[in-house]
T-cell receptor
């Protein structure tokens, strides 16, 4: 079955440093979604990428979808303490939604 | 503020108890989901309802029984749970189709004694 792999598992940065998390699927995805879950909170939808090679930006966040639609990345420029949380990629597949393991980001002020 | 409301927020129950988790949304979504999330793990899909009909059962044990009384409500009935069932149970809703972005509730944190 489909597997969605995400790295790194943890990332600790100094405030102002950049951060990137990577997601890889064992199968081609129709689209990929990114969610953020704050400590003690629930997943919150960030963005959806659909097209091969697509790049989308939300302020300091840049999302990319690979040409083969099997990988994706989320890059945060100049992290802030409000960026703390776990970032999940998620790949819908037919009647299933598989989340990556998540990358837990901590930011030292 | 979340637009998907889950009750209760916390639940402690014994292995012989029967309880229910409730979820409500008023966003006009016709798909609703139950997920289970263990600590430091991603959400795992349990059930999907589309147009009030169960469309997916991810081989979840029968001690979990979902119910969708109408397009706004989703319940999860619990009976004879095991300690390993302790987890955060998340409800989500979306427009129909697994490719649609999902809106999650705050979850019910369940502890089985």
């Amino acid at each position: 079955g489909q597997q969605v792999m995400q790295i790194p598992q943890y990332q600790h940065v100094q405030e102002g440093e950049d951060f990137t998390t990577y997601c890889n699927s064992s199968t081609t995805l129709s689209n990929i979604q990114w969610y953020k879950q704050r400590p003690g909170g629930h997943p919150v939808f960030l963005i959806q990428l659909v097209k091969s090679g697509e790049v989308k930006k939300q302020k300091r966040l840049t999302f990319q979808f690979g040409e083969a639609k099997k990988n994706s990345s989320l890059h945060i420029t100049a992290t802030q303490t409000t960026d703390v949380g776990t970032y999940f990629c998620a790949g819908p597949n037919n009647n299933d939604m598989r989340f990556g393991a998540g990358t837990r980001l901590t930011v030292k002020p | 503020d979340t637009e998907v409301t889950q009750t209760p927020k916390h639940l402690v129950m014994g292995m012989t108890n029967k309880k229910s988790l409730k979820c409500e949304q008023h966003m006009g979504h016709r798909a609703m989901y139950w997920y289970k999330q263990k600590a430091k793990k991603p959400p795992e899909l349990m059930f999907v309802y589309s147009y009030e009909k169960l469309s997916i059962n991810e081989s979840v044990p029968s001690r979990f029984s979902p119910e969708c009384p109408n397009s706004s409500l989703l319940n999860l009935h619990l009976h004879a749970l095991q300690p390993e069932d302790s987890a955060l149970y998340l409800c989500a809703s979306s427009h129909p189709g697994m490719s649609q972005p999902q809106h999650f509730g705050d979850g019910t944190r369940l502890s089985i004694l």
